[in-house]
Each structure stands twice: as structure tokens, then as C-alpha cells.
């Protein structure tokens, strides 16, 4: 029987995001990062004092990866850029699907060999706009297509498993990588199928132990699924729209949320959606690999 828990957390940040998303932490900082993707912002939370900085963006950005101690890489929109990050200056690194104006990056991850998988989706959803590619030094190779809300991008702790769903379709997929790369080298499966099933599987962090931690937009949870798909637990948060778990040290989740798409009557029933919310969770993760020029 899945254990069910209720809100027991805090709220991490008072900014409200139109879409939180892509929440990144840096252990040797103290250090938590997210997205308002439609916002055009990236935030900075400094966990010890708390002090939040928001970084205005000229795209729609979504997810941020390490590649040292002076930059960032960030997907967005307009494609992969580097940010530096003593002045906050953005350089092009890579486009991504010139050829789809109308498509934006949503969730993404560095695989332990330090490529980069990054989703893209239509700017209104439409079925099938987007795909999902493998970034490797900058060589961008689409794995799989027709994707309409790519997200749970994340990876086994060996790098020998990958997972993501079409949250429009809802089966959490499973699929065998090259460790030495993070490219596939088999067919998908599906883990979790939660089809036609209430709430949206988002996105997803996987643990030290190989179990898997996923956001369920629409339910406001957070759900703990073992590396065979079983579902153990599900731990409730304050908004309904949440979007993606980060681990932040000492078996605590960070949890971004979203107010999209909610009109006013939603959002006064809803008053803490888009907030960013702590957790006590039985997780340990490793550190986030950095992204390889």
C-alpha cells in the first residue's frame, strides 16, 4: 500500500512563478537555481541566509547545468547559451530547432558522462511538436520525437538507465544507455503507466538508490516510485501545479510549482501556487554532474 504524508515542509521563496521549473542545486555554493519560464527569469537562493536574487532573461529559459567554476550552461527558447557567471552575460552556444519558432526547451539533465538531454515542446502544447536530443560537445542529436510535454528526464545513478515521459501521454519510459556516452543503446519500455490516470507525470530526480522521485502536476505531490516502478509513497505540497523536485542536502526536497493557466477564481483557491517548497524526504542524491564543453 502507498504511504501517503502530509505537508510538514516550508516555503523556500515568496516569488510566486508563472512556471517554476528546472530547479538546480549547487552543494558547494549552498546554492538553489529555477526557472519562471514564462516569467523570463532565473532565480538564486542562497540556502544559509536566504538571500534570492532574480535574473531577468531575455528567453524563455528551463534548465541550468554546471559546467565550472565561472559558468553555466542554459537551455532555452533561442538554444543553448553560457552564462557567465560574475556578470550574468549570456553567449550562444549551440541552436537548438532554429527551424521551430514556435517550440521552446521545457525539461532537461546531465547524464553522469556529462552530455546533456534537453526536451522541447510547442509554446501551446500542440501534440508532437517536440523531441528530445543528446547534447555531447556540442553535438546535438535528436533520440526521440514526437514528444508533446517532454519531462522526468533524469538518469540511473551508474548513468546506465535513462527516463522520461510525455506527460500528455503519462507512461514514465525506461531506457538502456551507453554509460560511457548516456546515448541510447535500446528500445524504451514503459515503468509507470498512469495513463488516463488523474494529475500529470513532471518532473523527476532519481536518488542514490536508484528509486525515483517525480512532481505530479495537477495532484500537488510529490511521488516515490523503486527502480521496478512500484509506487511507494506520495508526499503532498500546498499548490496543486507542481512541477519538478530538486535534492538540497540532508534528506530535503526543494519543489518548484506553477500557477499557468489558472484564472483568477483557480488562483484565489490556489494562493500559494508558484511558491518553492522544501520537503523532508529519505533521499540522498549525488552531486549534479557538469556539463562537458
Same mark, same amino acid.
Given at each position: 500500500? &502507498?504511504?501517503?504524508?502530509?505537508?510538514?515542509?516550508?516555503?523556500?521563496?515568496?516569488? !510566486?512563478?508563472?512556471?517554476?521549473?528546472?530547479?538546480?542545486?549547487?552543494?558547494? *555554493?549552498?546554492?538553489?537555481?529555477?526557472?519562471?519560464?514564462?516569467?523570463?527569469?532565473?532565480?538564486? !537562493?542562497?540556502?544559509?541566509?536566504?538571500?534570492?536574487?532574480?535574473?531577468?532573461?531575455?528567453?524563455?529559459?528551463?534548465?541550468?547545468?554546471?559546467?565550472?567554476?565561472?559558468?553555466?550552461?542554459?537551455?532555452?527558447?533561442?538554444?543553448?547559451?553560457?552564462?557567465?557567471?560574475?556578470?550574468?552575460?549570456?553567449?550562444?552556444?549551440?541552436?537548438?530547432?532554429?527551424?521551430?519558432?514556435?517550440?521552446?526547451?521545457?525539461?532537461?539533465?546531465?547524464?553522469?558522462?556529462?552530455?546533456?538531454?534537453?526536451? @522541447?515542446?510547442?509554446?501551446?502544447?500542440?501534440?508532437?511538436?517536440?523531441?528530445?536530443?543528446?547534447?555531447?560537445?556540442?553535438?546535438? @542529436?535528436?533520440?526521440?520525437?514526437?514528444?508533446?510535454?517532454?519531462?522526468?528526464?533524469?538518469?540511473?545513478?551508474?548513468?546506465?538507465?535513462?527516463?522520461?515521459?510525455? *506527460?500528455?501521454?503519462?507512461? $514514465?519510459? +525506461?531506457?538502456?544507455?551507453?554509460?560511457? &556516452?548516456?546515448?541510447?543503446?535500446?528500445?524504451?519500455?514503459?515503468?509507470?503507466?498512469?495513463?488516463?490516470?488523474?494529475?500529470?507525470?513532471?518532473?523527476?530526480?532519481?536518488?542514490?538508490?536508484?528509486?525515483?522521485?517525480?512532481?505530479?502536476?495537477?495532484?500537488?505531490?510529490?511521488?516515490?516510485?523503486?527502480?521496478?516502478?512500484?509506487?511507494?509513497?506520495?508526499?503532498?505540497?500546498?499548490?496543486?501545479? *507542481?512541477?519538478?523536485?530538486?535534492?538540497?542536502?540532508?534528506? +530535503?526536497?526543494?519543489? @518548484?510549482?506553477?500557477?499557468?493557466?489558472?484564472?483568477?477564481?483557480?488562483?484565489?483557491?490556489?494562493? $500559494?501556487?508558484?511558491?518553492?517548497?522544501?520537503i523532508a524526504a529519505p533521499i540522498h542524491c549525488g552531486?549534479?554532474?557538469?556539463?562537458? $564543453?
Open positions: 500500500m &502507498t504511504t501517503t504524508y502530509n505537508f510538514e515542509g516550508r516555503i523556500l521563496s515568496p516569488s !510566486l512563478c508563472s512556471l517554476g521549473e528546472g530547479p538546480a542545486f549547487e552543494a558547494a *555554493t549552498e546554492t538553489l537555481w529555477w526557472f519562471d519560464i514564462l516569467g523570463k527569469a532565473l532565480h538564486q !537562493l542562497h540556502l544559509p541566509t536566504a538571500r534570492e536574487s532574480v535574473h531577468p532573461l531575455p528567453f524563455m529559459g528551463s534548465v541550468l547545468a554546471p559546467i565550472d567554476a565561472d559558468r553555466q550552461l542554459l537551455a532555452s527558447d533561442k538554444g543553448l547559451f553560457i552564462r557567465d557567471r560574475a556578470t550574468g552575460e549570456l553567449s550562444l552556444y549551440r541552436e537548438l530547432e532554429p527551424e521551430k519558432p514556435g517550440n521552446r526547451s521545457n525539461d532537461g539533465r546531465v547524464h553522469p558522462s556529462g552530455s546533456l538531454w534537453i526536451g @522541447t515542446m510547442g509554446k501551446k502544447s500542440e501534440d508532437g511538436a517536440g523531441a528530445i536530443y543528446h547534447v555531447a560537445q556540442g553535438v546535438i @542529436t535528436k533520440i526521440f520525437d514526437s514528444i508533446s510535454i517532454p519531462n522526468s528526464i533524469c538518469f540511473s545513478p551508474d548513468g546506465a538507465i535513462g527516463y522520461y515521459v510525455d *506527460t500528455r501521454v503519462n507512461r $514514465l519510459m +525506461r531506457v538502456p544507455l551507453d554509460r560511457q &556516452t548516456g546515448r541510447p543503446n535500446g528500445e524504451p519500455s514503459i515503468l509507470v503507466d498512469q495513463n488516463g490516470r488523474p494529475g500529470g507525470i513532471d518532473g523527476s530526480i532519481c536518488a542514490s538508490d536508484g528509486t525515483i522521485w517525480n512532481a505530479r502536476w495537477g495532484e500537488g505531490a510529490v511521488d516515490h516510485y523503486d527502480a521496478k516502478g512500484t509506487h511507494l509513497s506520495r508526499h503532498l505540497l500546498p499548490a496543486r501545479r *507542481t512541477t519538478c523536485p530538486v535534492y538540497i542536502g540532508d534528506g +530535503r526536497l526543494a519543489v @518548484t510549482s506553477a500557477w499557468e493557466g489558472l484564472d483568477e477564481a483557480a488562483r484565489a483557491a490556489d494562493p $500559494l501556487a508558484g511558491s518553492l517548497f522544501e552531486a549534479e554532474p557538469a556539463y562537458r $564543453l
